[in-house]
């Protein structure tokens, strides 16, 4: 068995006395490393220069020791079991140097109660240091914790709400007055000063969500507007807080931030984005009509100058029929002339398809999707397709080009055989579906730098307030859903006249 150390401080005059008391601490079974001291001096010097586990001091009238050696370990602020050994045990002597704060008084000429005395007072001393120990700790995390909560852009708080409905602010802090521009004692005293400058747009919305948590007991998560005092300055905030269940009630503790900064970042972003948004469909605004605009002028300008290169090559034919040679060379001219009318026909028709406004949406899109089938040899079918759709023109436009897009991924990248198209006209919204059989959508795909034609495909739609729903997976093939509602912001479109659309290259 380990002998149990013991550093012991021996205030005592006698040579005697001293070998029978760390005789009689050896024999318990304590080794003892020990330091002798006689006079003050050479106490205090002993203090400062090492650490004892207990002071035994001698409690003799004719030397140095007793109260005077005590007041000197007192004034050092040590907390070390300070025993008095005495040659007599008086009771106004044990009671006085007791009430002075010796921990006990043993007789010299009995030792018996020594190590026994020494044992209890070093579990007493290891108490106080640990709850000395514990109050620094408790100390320190609240310094802490004040300056975390000062350094909040906020205020901590708790907030009870009672049995009885009343709700009330057991605590506060010091970051109440900046961010509600209340002094922390005056929302204690009366918590219906909050409640009074609450948006009265959000209040419902904030005593709704309180009660919720108090009913789920789950974390309260809310955002709304406070108007300060004085000038009624709108601010935003946001309350988090942890419910629990008490005696009186439900009470939170939490943190409520300010906010405002970030909504006004995001009010000016959200206002960033819908420009974008306009800009975008003006742009597209813009080439829809400089389509048209190219369209009529191939029509007007182009398509008579072919029309009368034709006649008069016809008239020529016609005169040449004895020169053999010129003959074949003009025959040769006009099949380049019709070569060039069915190219203008066919930039005419990729400008503005003449059936989109002729005959509607459904028609132009079974066109385009034949003209494709016949361009790539990839197999078109429609699984269901609403006859009679009616749809704004500028909703109209936006469908088809989505179609023609979702078209030319496919000819790029998908390497499908078989496309599947579903037009549905429905209550609120027209939903376009077109379903490739190829290789799919992957992840790098979509992370393309210059990748801009879905997102052109979700910009058009988001410009409507519609949906925008990509199915993908390597090998498995795409689905692109689009649905725009019907009731979509107001958009003109100039259209060709139907009997000018008609007449194009015929």
């Known amino acids: 068995m380990t002998a149990k150390r013991l550093r012991v401080l021996l205030v005592e005059t006698s ?111 290891r108490i106080r240091a640990e709850h000395r120990m514990a109050q620094m700790e408790l100390i320190e995390n609240q310094t802490r914790m004040h300056a975390f909560i000062a350094d909040l852009p906020g205020m901590a708080y708790q907030i009870l709400l009672h049995k009885d409905g009343r709700v009330s602010f057991p605590y506060v802090s010091e970051g109440c007055q900046a961010l509600l521009g209340l002094e922390p004692q005056e929302l204690i005293a009366d918590s219906q000063l909050f409640g009074a400058i609450l948006h009265p747009d959000d209040f419902a919305d904030h005593q709704q969500s309180m009660h919720a948590s108090a009913q789920n007991l789950t974390f309260w998560n809310w955002e709304g507007r406070i108007l300060t005092m004085p000038n009624n300055e709108i601010k935003w905030i946001n309350l988090r807080c942890s419910p629990r269940q008490t005696f009186e009630g439900v009470q939170w503790e939490g943190i409520m931030l300010n906010i405002t900064q970030s909504k006004t970042a995001e009010a000016e972003l959200n206002q960033s984005q819908e420009q974008l948004r306009e800009l975008s469909s003006h742009i597209q605004d813009v080439r829809e009509q400089e389509r048209i605009a190219i369209a009529r002028e191939v ?3 182009l398509g008579s100058l072919l029309t009368a290169t034709k006649l008069d090559i016809a008239w020529l034919i016609g005169r040449l029929k004895d020169q053999t040679e010129l003959a074949t060379k003009a025959k040769m001219i006009e099949e380049l002339v019709d070569k060039c009318v069915r190219s203008a026909s066919t930039i005419s028709r990729n400008l503005r398809p003449s059936a989109l406004d002729t005959f509607g949406l459904v028609a132009a899109i079974e066109n385009e999707a034949h003209e494709f089938s016949q361009r790539t040899g990839v197999t078109c079918t429609f699984d269901n397709v609403d006859e009679g759709i009616t749809v704004s023109p500028h909703v109209a ?109 015929q």
């Open 299 to 301: 029509h007007d300008d």
């Open 397 to 505: 436009i936006t469908l088809f080009r989505i179609f023609q897009e979702a078209l030319a991924n496919i000819t790029k990248h998908a390497a499908a055989t078989r496309v599947s198209i579903s037009v549905i006209n429905k209550a609120e919204c027209v939903d376009l579906m077109v379903h490739d059989n190829g290789r799919g959508i992957r992840d790098t795909d979509r992370a393309k730098p210059r990748s801009f034609g879905l997102r052109g495909i979700f910009e058009r739609v988001a410009h409507f307030g519609g949906d925008v729903k990509l199915e993908s997976a390597p090998d498995k093939g795409t689905k692109l859903t689009v649905c725009i509602p019907h009731q979509a912001k107001n958009k003109t479109v100039p259209t060709l006249a139907p009997e000018s659309q008609q007449a194009l290259f």
């Open 15 to 125: 040579d005697t006395d001293a070998q029978k008391t760390l005789a009689k601490l050896t024999s318990s079974g304590y080794t003892v490393d020990h330091q002798r001291v006689t006079d003050a001096l050479g106490m205090q010097s002993a203090l400062f220069d090492a650490t004892f586990d207990v002071v035994l001091c001698s409690d003799d009238p004719e030397s140095f020791g007793g109260l005077e050696a005590l007041r000197l370990l007192q004034q050092l602020e040590l907390d070390i079991p300070f025993l008095l050994l005495a040659r007599d045990l008086r009771e106004e002597t044990i009671i006085r140097t007791m009430q002075e704060g010796v921990d006990d008084y043993i007789l010299k000429g009995s030792l018996n109660r020594l190590v026994p005395s020494i044992e209890h007072n070093l579990r007493e001393a």
